[in-house]
């Protein structure tokens, strides 16, 4: 998706087994001062996840909590920059298929409390052929019929053995293998 000032804008968001509404995230992402601070401020991403998470507080008043990534994908910079709410971690993969930076969560879970801090980082260098890999728990953790989880392991030897695919290629195989594995 993009931001009103043309830079791609990344979100996905996970709650116990409920999407989070993604209009919620756009709606931050996209505002008239997020266009201005997308171009003026890296703390922007910050500032969204802070929104979303203050506006959430009441909504999940329940008991559940939810996790989202908040990124700056610059094609101009050839960079990634990003906030994570207690998301699964993502990667950079080169083009050898190593891991060139792994994307730790930056902050608590999304409705833990009102006024927490989801501090940026990055900007990450991207060089023709990296893999940007992002994901929800459901992938690394689906489980097998022997009680095993999928994870971050067999997730990246997929992404590494198609790493030469487009985008599209990869994330199919990503869930044929994951399909296959809960089988």
């Not at 993009?2 to 989070?20: A, D, N, Q, T």
């Not at 929104?51 to 610059?74: E, K, Q, Y």
Request: charged share 20%.
């Amino acid at each position: 998706r993009k931001s009103e000032r043309g830079l791609p804008v990344i979100c996905r968001s996970h709650c116990g087994g409920r999407r989070l509404p993604s209009g919620r995230c756009w709606r931050v992402a996209d505002s008239p001062a997020a266009a201005h601070f997308f171009t003026h401020s890296p703390g922007i991403l910050s500032h969204a996840h802070s929104m979303l998470a203050n506006d959430l507080v009441d909504d999940f008043d329940d008991g559940f909590l939810g996790t989202a990534i908040l990124g700056r994908l610059d094609a101009d910079a050839r960079s990634f920059a990003y906030a994570s709410a207690g998301h699964p971690s993502g990667w950079i993969i080169d083009r050898a298929g190593a891991v060139k930076a792994c994307l730790e969560s930056t902050s608590m879970p999304l409705a833990v409390a009102p006024d927490v801090d989801f501090p940026t980082r990055g900007p990450h260098v991207l060089e023709p052929g990296d893999v940007l890999l992002l994901v929800t728990d459901g992938v690394t953790e689906a489980t097998s019929s022997s009680g095993q989880f999928f994870g971050e392991g067999r997730l990246l030897n997929v992404v590494r053995s198609n790493r030469d695919a487009v985008a599209a290629a990869i994330v199919a195989r990503r869930y044929a293998e994951v399909c296959a594995f809960v089988r």
